[in-house]
């Protein structure tokens, strides 16, 4: 079976000018990649491309075999993503967000399956408050809880780890691995040693030369070793 994520002398950038070294890679099923490297690398950059976000400057995307196509439904079915960006609509609720997600991806008991994602988030005593009323980590773990409660094969994180205290943490990193032995394959930009080696199965550093790394050798470069 053919790799879900394919990158094929993929570059990326802005004004056809390129942030970083070529982009080779491929991700099967229910691996999870980490994306790692200094501030300004160009780790967003890459994910946000793969993902269909931005346009490569050159090169080539593949999920599931297929050029990216974020507008189609097969796409947007597959391709979830929770990047570094607070998207609400201000007169929802945290669990009428979730309800709506739940429902616009066809999840099966979608009440049950809310209520679960609040308690795993630690949002269920937020349930009914709009998101102005949140505190910064809150809304993270409702973006979070927003990604994590539709079905995809491909799971895109971008630094999911922000304003998360360590016990979420701990409690995001089970729940990646939880997605990827069930199947799904992740994507992850992290700064955190800890849910590094918690749940990747490689590690791709992102500088002038995109080289692909060892867990552990991920988690110390985080570290500046
Ligand atoms: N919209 C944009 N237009 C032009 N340049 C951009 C844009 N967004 C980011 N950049 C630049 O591209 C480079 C890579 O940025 P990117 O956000 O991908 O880095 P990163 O590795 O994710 O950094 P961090 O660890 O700080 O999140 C940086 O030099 C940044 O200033």
Redesign the pocket.
């Known amino acids: 079976m053919g790799d879900v994520l394919e990158a094929v002398g993929l570059v990326v950038?802005?004004?056809g000018t390129p942030?970083?070294g070529e982009v080779n890679l491929g991700v099967a099923r229910g691996e999870v990649l980490a994306v790692v490297?200094?501030?300004?690398?160009?780790?967003?950059?890459?994910v946000?491309t793969l993902a269909g976000r931005q346009d490569p400057v050159a090169g080539d995307v593949r999920v599931h075999g297929l050029p990216v196509m974020p507008d189609a439904v097969m796409f947007r079915r597959q391709v979830a993503t929770v990047f570094?960006e607070d998207v609400f609509f201000p007169s929802l609720t945290v669990r009428e967000h979730l309800l709506l997600v739940a429902r616009g991806h066809s999840v099966g008991a979608p009440e049950e399956a809310v209520d679960a994602e609040l308690d795993y988030f630690g949002i269920a005593d937020r349930a009914h408050a709009v998101p102005d009323a949140l505190s910064s980590g809150q809304r993270r773990r409702l973006l979070l809880a927003a990604g994590f409660i539709r079905p995809s094969s491909l799971l895109f994180l971008?630094?999911p780890e922000q304003r998360l205290d360590p016990v979420m943490r701990d409690a995001l990193s089970r729940r990646i691995r939880e997605r990827a032995d069930a199947g799904t394959t992740v994507v992850v930009?992290t700064?955190d040693p800890r849910l590094l080696v918690r749940t990747a199965t490689s590690c791709l550093v992102?500088d002038e030369t995109v080289t692909t790394v060892g867990t552990e050798r991920g988690a110390q470069i985080i570290a500046g070793a």
Do not use: L, P, W
């Not at 490297?37 to 890459?46: D, H, I, L, M, Q």
């Open positions: 950038g802005y004004g942030v970083c490297g200094f501030n300004g690398a160009g780790k967003s950059t890459v946000r570094d971008d630094e930009v700064h992102i």
